[in-house]
T-cell receptor, first 113, second 114 residues
Framework: NAGVTQTPKFQVLKTGQSMTLQCAQD?????MYWYRQDPGMGLRLIYY???????DKGEVPNGYNVSRLNKREFSLRLESAAPSQTSVYFC???FGDGQETQYFGPGTRLLVL | GNSVTQMEGPVTLSEEAFLTINCTYT??????LFWYVQYPGEGLQLLLK?????DKGSNKGFEATYRKETTSFHLEKGSVQVSDSAVYFC?????????????FGKGTLLTVNP
C-alpha cells in the first residue's frame, strides 16, 4: 500500500495564478483532511471531509476550495494564489471511527511569488 | 475551544541524554491525546497515543502518560539518539458529531548531537 500520496511535491506560482493540489489514499479511509504548516504555527486545518460527499471548513479556509472526488481522492484548489499561501501543505486521512490515528502524506511545498 | 500548548524549542541534547517535552491541553469532554513526529523533509507520523486518563502510550523508547488532573501529556525518553532528531507535535482530538478533528501544538524541534 502506498498510504497517502500527494502531488506535486513542489510548486512555484506567481500571485494570482491557480492550482490544484492532489491527494489520494488507498487505505479505504472515510475521512480526509488538508493542513498547512507554517514556521512557529504548527499545523492548521484548512478543510476536511468526514465522508465521501461531504466537506467542511477548518480553521483557515479562506482562499481555498476542496473537492472530495471519491472515497480515495481529496483535492485542494487555490483559485488566485497569494504570497500568504506560501506554505507546506499536508493531506491526511483516517477511518473516522474514533481511533483517530491520522496518516499523513509527504507534503507539497508551495511558493507564491 | 480546544488548544494544545507545548514547550517551545529548539531543544538540543547530547546523545544518551534524558528528554522531556512538556505538553498541556485545554479541551471539553474526554479527548484522546497524541504525539506525532516529523523527520526532516517528511510528513507527520504517529509516535504514540493515549485514549483515556492514566493511560500510558509508548513506542520506540518514548513514553507519555495521560494526566487528566494536570491536563498534561508530557513526552519522555530515557536515552535519546541522533536518529531522534525531528519535530515533535502534541495533539488532541476534538469531536463534532462524527467529524473527529485534531488540534496540534506548535511543535518542538529536537536536535540530538553525537
Amino acid at each position: 500500500n502506498a498510504g497517502v500520496t500527494q502531488t506535486p511535491k513542489f510548486q512555484v506560482l506567481k500571485t494570482g495564478q491557480s492550482m490544484t493540489l492532489q491527494c489520494a489514499q488507498d487505505m479505504n479511509h472515510n475521512s480526509m483532511y488538508w493542513y498547512r504548516q507554517d514556521p512557529g504555527m504548527g499545523l492548521r486545518l484548512i478543510y476536511y471531509s468526514a465522508s465521501e460527499g461531504t466537506t467542511d471548513k477548518g480553521e483557515v479556509p479562506n482562499g481555498y476550495n476542496v473537492s472530495r472526488l471519491n472515497k480515495r481522492e481529496f483535492s485542494l484548489r487555490l483559485e488566485s494564489a497569494a504570497p500568504s499561501q506560501t506554505s507546506v501543505y499536508f493531506c491526511a486521512s483516517t477511518f473516522g471511527d474514533g481511533q483517530e490515528t491520522q496518516y499523513f502524506g509527504p507534503g507539497t511545498r508551495l511558493l507564491v511569488l | 475551544g480546544n488548544s494544545v500548548t507545548q514547550m517551545e524549542g529548539p531543544v538540543t541534547l547530547s546523545e544518551e541524554a534524558f528528554l522531556t517535552i512538556n505538553c498541556t491541553y485545554t479541551a471539553t469532554g474526554y479527548p484522546s491525546l497524541f504525539w506525532y513526529v516529523q523527520y526532516p523533509g517528511e510528513g507527520l507520523q504517529l509516535l504514540l497515543k493515549a485514549t483515556k486518563a492514566d493511560d500510558k502510550g509508548s513506542n520506540k523508547g518514548f513514553e507519555a502518560t495521560y494526566r487528566k488532573e494536570t491536563t498534561s501529556f508530557h513526552l519522555e525518553k530515557g536515552s535519546v539518539q541522533v536518529s531522534d532528531s525531528a519535530v515533535y507535535f502534541c495533539a488532541l482530538t476534538s469531536s463534532g458529531g462524527s467529524n473527529y478533528k485534531l488540534t496540534f501544538g506548535k511543535g518542538t524541534l529536537l536536535t540530538v548531537n553525537p
